[in-house]
């Protein structure tokens, strides 16, 4: 349905054309109803309930200082979902959904769950190559210290090592005592040629 747009020095109480077709654009949203934007105010409290099928409630709250959007779907007990936290897309509590993502060149992306590399390369009787986020230094006797160029968020990170056509490691391995935020130490890492990957959190 059709806005019936009125003259900005128009009174309604002279205007001869009903107002119930504007109102049912504007429901309908009508191509005609095109607002350049719309002001929320702070919602004092959210709903509780939706009388309707198929309604749906947008409305802004406070959220550590910030003016945030929420959505209120239309289950049949309150279910809102934050859009927004600090002014930036998505909150903690918001489960993002995504037939495609399209990142671009450049982009950044933090990651704080432990199933994602964040360091790793070849190492080839003690030289790297092909290193992602690490250096590697000769350390005591045949080991080799590996350091993170970021360093990682805990020191609860995973190490993946694979020695290139062989199913067992022999004497290199990670050693525990080692381990802190900003690197490792592999030892016995001089000899052979191996496979490192770390996976961690560096947020």
Same mark, same amino acid.
């Given at each position: 349905?059709? $806005? !019936?747009?009125?003259?900005?020095?128009?009174?309604?109480? *002279?205007?001869?054309?009903? %107002? #119930? +077709? =504007?109102?049912?654009?504007?429901?309908?949203?009508?191509?005609?109803?095109?607002?350049?934007?719309?002001?929320?105010?702070?919602?004092?409290?959210?709903?509780?309930?939706?009388?309707?099928?198929?309604?749906?409630?947008?409305?802004?709250?406070?959220?550590?200082?910030?003016?945030?959007?929420?959505?209120?779907?239309?289950?049949?007990?309150?279910?809102?979902?934050? $859009? !927004?936290?600090?002014?930036?897309?998505?909150?903690?509590? *918001?489960?993002?959904?995504? %037939? #495609? +993502? =399209?990142?671009?060149?450049?982009?950044?992306?933090?990651?704080?769950?432990?199933?994602?590399?964040?360091?790793?390369?070849?190492?080839?009787?003690?030289?790297?190559?092909?290193?992602?986020?690490?250096?590697?230094?000769?350390?005591?006797?045949?080991?080799?210290?590996?350091?993170?160029?970021?360093?990682?968020?805990?020191?609860?990170?995973?190490?993946?090592?694979?020695?290139?056509?062989?199913?067992?490691?022999?004497?290199?391995?990670?050693?525990?005592?080692?381990?802190?935020?900003?690197?490792?130490?592999?030892?016995?890492?001089?000899?052979?040629?191996?496979?490192?990957?770390?996976?961690?959190?560096?947020?």
């Amino acid at each position: 349905m059709a $806005l !019936t747009v009125i003259a900005s020095t128009q009174q309604l109480k *002279t205007l001869n054309v009903p %107002l #119930n +077709a =504007n109102f049912s654009a504007i429901e309908s949203g009508g191509s005609a109803f095109q607002p350049t934007k719309i002001n929320l105010a702070d919602a004092t409290a959210t709903p509780t309930s939706i009388s309707g099928a198929g309604q749906v409630y947008s409305l802004v709250g406070p959220d550590s200082g910030q003016q945030e959007l929420f959505y209120q779907d239309d289950d049949a007990s309150p279910n809102e979902v934050q $859009l !927004t936290s600090a002014g930036a897309l998505g909150a903690d509590i *918001t489960t993002l959904k995504a %037939l #495609n +993502a =399209n990142i671009g060149p450049g982009s950044t992306i933090a990651i704080d769950q432990r199933g994602f590399r964040v360091g790793g390369g070849m190492m080839t009787t003690g030289t790297l190559s092909e290193g992602y986020n690490i250096t590697a230094a000769a350390g005591s006797g045949q080991d080799l210290d590996i350091t993170f160029d970021t360093a990682l968020a805990a020191a609860t990170y995973h190490v993946f090592l694979q020695r290139a056509g062989v199913n067992s490691l022999g004497n290199v391995y990670v050693d525990p005592t080692s381990r802190t935020t900003s690197g490792f130490t592999i030892t016995g890492g001089q000899n052979d040629t191996y496979f490192l990957a770390i996976f961690g959190s560096v947020v």
